[in-house]
């Protein structure tokens, strides 16, 4: 008899594998191979502890891209942060610190306008003296990257293909008026497959609520309930849902797309963030009483 516990979990993660195989191998043995089957044998895999839940969710973030289209992650246009073609290097510098992005939108009378793309990197030589850069000659117009854009329609599977293939990093998003819908960056394609990608600038990090001024708010949407009551002396009921997000998708009805708004008592929920699992970033507004 072999007491050896190593030994036993050996002999019970291979018994693990070979019934999963066998799973697999029945299931597609001269059967069609539809989504449906392969997302079934992968939650079996994660069951049977031979893939864990991060990698299962970045599986269907994969597919699901297939599905998504680029109006459901845009930026909406209201919520572009954009500098203006006639700024002096004073106007330009406060905005791009201050919203920490790398990349903004170039207009010109209108935000259907648009002229280009404008780096942050370009303007450090001018933030930090660097010789040469004089800000007196500074000319936004030498400095601006050519503008992609793309169809609301598309697919977001393709425009991670379009990004990788023309190495760009946003695309300006046209309605079928050809007007500015918004626009999309790869980051705002990658947080479908990985989830919500918190880098160093963005301001909520380590925190649920942050005050943006004195009517709107960013929340996170695993803010308990609990203490979003206490911060904002509400009293929102946490008996169905625990957190922001789950009372939000509750009075959505469904699972809410960026953009989407709704009202609850004087506060307007606005979604910042969210892909087809769950609500991350809410801008909340407070009506006037």
Not at 18 to 33: L, M
Not at 34 to 51: F, I, K, P, Q, S
Not at 228 to 247: H, K, R
């Amino acid at each position: 008899m072999n007491d050896d516990p190593s030994s036993t979990n050996s002999h019970h993660n291979d018994t693990a594998l070979s019934r999963w195989w066998h799973r697999i191998t029945h299931r597609f043995a001269g059967a069609p191979r539809t989504r449906e089957d392969l997302l079934e044998v992968l939650d079996e895999a994660r069951d049977a502890n031979l893939m864990d839940a991060d990698a299962l969710n970045m599986f269907q973030g994969v597919l699901e891209t297939a599905d998504t289209q680029v109006r459901d992650i845009m930026v909406p246009r209201a919520q572009m942060v954009v500098v203006e073609r006639d700024w002096t290097l004073d106007q330009l510098l406060p905005v791009v610190v201050e919203s920490g992005h790398s990349r903004f939108p170039v207009i010109g009378d209108s935000k259907d306008e648009v002229v280009g793309i404008l780096l942050a990197k370009d303007l450090l030589k001018y933030a930090s003296g660097v010789p040469g850069a004089n800000p007196e000659t500074f000319d936004l117009g030498s400095m601006l990257r050519p503008a992609v854009y793309v169809p609301e329609s598309k697919r977001v599977n393709v425009l991670l293909k379009d990004f990788r293939k023309g190495r760009n990093h946003m695309a300006f998003v046209v309605d079928e008026y050809s007007g500015i819908a918004g626009l999309v960056t790869i980051e705002d394609v990658l947080e479908q497959i990985v989830g919500d990608i918190d880098d160093e600038y963005d301001e909520v990090e380590g925190a649920h609520i942050l005050k943006q001024d004195e009517r709107r708010y960013l929340v996170n949407g695993l803010t308990p309930i609990e203490e979003f009551n206490t911060y904002f002396s509400t009293e929102f009921s946490d008996e169905e849902f625990d957190t922001v997000g789950g009372l939000v998708m509750n009075r959505f009805g469904h699972m809410p797309k960026r953009g989407e708004s709704v009202r609850i008592e004087r506060y307007n929920f606005n979604v910042q963030r969210a892909d087809s699992r769950r609500v991350h970033m809410l801008q909340v507004t407070i009506s006037p009483s």
